[in-house]
Structure formats: structure tokens, C-alpha cells
């Protein structure tokens, strides 16, 4: 199998934008479709971004999703940050029909 | 709306069973995949395995292979899942996603199972 490693944390200023990575350690990430959750405290998790970078509806055009074969990663960025961003942030992908998620990153507006 | 409706928080002694539902609405039950997600107190999301309500169909994460029984009701749009010879550090929240095989859209409130002796 795989990992997927995101950073701890990451923090930045109201109306700035923030890059979180996710690599990934086996395969390429390409291979399969990866996808980012957003939870606040206390909440179950909520999709920001399916299919690499498809947006749900209701999900604000702020949010955005790539990736990158050279670094084998994935990154959401989100733009015009707000303070009600602020939460853990999780990748995840799949392999052979199992959910890999990354670790979580807790993105701190401040 | 879509909505996927837990049951309430469980305490269970060590080696006990727990089962848990999860009741779907604003959707046909069979149309979505039915995914459990745990979180452990502070801890990331971990994947448990999947089950297709359409045909019962499951698929277990190999971490929980043996312990872990996913079902389904159709007739009353909900799916189970249990967990036996629990263990303290089987003590998180779980959550429900129905969604595509690969990802999930709707998200469970979360059940709260606490293992104490």
C-alpha cells in the first residue's frame, strides 16, 4: 500500500491564500483520483474536492484542487481566506478499492 | 436533503461488541456506497471498509479484517456496522459516508463509542 503525508500545520492571514501538499510515497498520483475534506471542531468531515479538483456544488470557488506529477503530490488551495477556513484539512486517495487518507493538516487563519 | 442519521453514543467494556447504524434519506439507499471512517480522541481520519447496499457486497481495510461486519437493510434505507473483541483503543468516533466507491459526499453526524472497563 500507500501513504499520503501532509503537513501538521499551516497558518496565514485573513484574504491570503494557503497551499497544503499531500505526497504521495508510492505510485503515482495519478493514478487514482484524489480528494480533500474539510473538518471543523467538533464536525463530521464535509468534501471540498473530489476528482483531483472537481468542486461540490456549494463549495465556494475559493477552494481549488491540483496535482503535480513531478512532486507526486496533491495541493487544495484556497484563496480569500476567511476566518471560518480555519479547521483540519485531510487528502485522501484509493488503492485496490481502499481509502488511503493522509494525516491531516490544521490550517490556522490568523 | 440528503441525510445520514447515526445511532447515539455507546460505552462498551473491553472484548464486548458494538453495532452501529446509520439511516439514509434524500436518496435512493441503493444508489451510494455506505463507507465507516473512525476517529480515535485527537487523532486523523481511518478508513474501515465499505459495503454496497445494492448487493451487500463488502470490503474490509485488512487492519479490521475478522473484527469488523458491515450489513445493510434496505427495506429501511439503513446500513450497520459492528466491531467485536473491542479494545480501549478502539475508542473513537465513527462515521458513516455514502458516496462513490472512491470518495464519499454525505457525511454521519458520528457515534461516540467509548471501550472502558
Known amino acids: 500500500n500507500f501513504m499520503l503525508t501532509q503537513p501538521h500545520s499551516v497558518s496565514e492571514s485573513p484574504g491570503k491564500t494557503v497551499s497544503i501538499s499531500c505526497t504521495r510515497s508510492?505510485?503515482?498520483?495519478?493514478?487514482?483520483?484524489v480528494q480533500w475534506y474539510q473538518q471543523r471542531p467538533g464536525s463530521a468531515p464535509t468534501i471540498v474536492i473530489y476528482e483531483d479538483s472537481q468542486r461540490p456544488s456549494g463549495v465556494p470557488d475559493r477552494f481549488s484542487g491540483s496535482i503535480d506529477s513531478s512532486s507526486n503530490s496533491a495541493s487544495l488551495t484556497i484563496s480569500g481566506l476567511k476566518t471560518e477556513d480555519e479547521a483540519d484539512y485531510y487528502c485522501q486517495s484509493y488503492d485496490s478499492s481502499n481509502w488511503v487518507f493522509g494525516g491531516g493538516t490544521k490550517l490556522t487563519v490568523l | 436533503q440528503v441525510q445520514l442519521v447515526q445511532s447515539g453514543a455507546e460505552v462498551k467494556k473491553p472484548g464486548a461488541s458494538v453495532k452501529v447504524s446509520c439511516q439514509a434519506s434524500?436518496?435512493?439507499?441503493?444508489?451510494?456506497?455506505v463507507h465507516w471512517v473512525r476517529q480515535a480522541p485527537g487523532q486523523g481520519l481511518e478508513w474501515m471498509g465499505w459495503i454496497d447496499p445494492n448487493n451487500g457486497g463488502t470490503s474490509y481495510a485488512q487492519k479490521f479484517q475478522g473484527r469488523v461486519t458491515m450489513t445493510r437493510d434496505t427495506s429501511i434505507s439503513t446500513a450497520y456496522m459492528e466491531l467485536s473483541r473491542l479494545r480501549s483503543d478502539d475508542t473513537a468516533v465513527y462515521y458513516c459516508?455514502?458516496?462513490?466507491?472512491?470518495?464519499?459526499?454525505?457525511w454521519g453526524q458520528g457515534t461516540l463509542v467509548t471501550v472502558s472497563s
Open positions: 434524500g436518496y435512493t439507499f441503493t444508489g451510494y456506497y
Open positions: 508510492r505510485g503515482s498520483i495519478a493514478s487514482h483520483y
Open positions: 459516508a455514502g458516496g462513490d466507491i472512491w470518495f464519499g459526499v454525505y
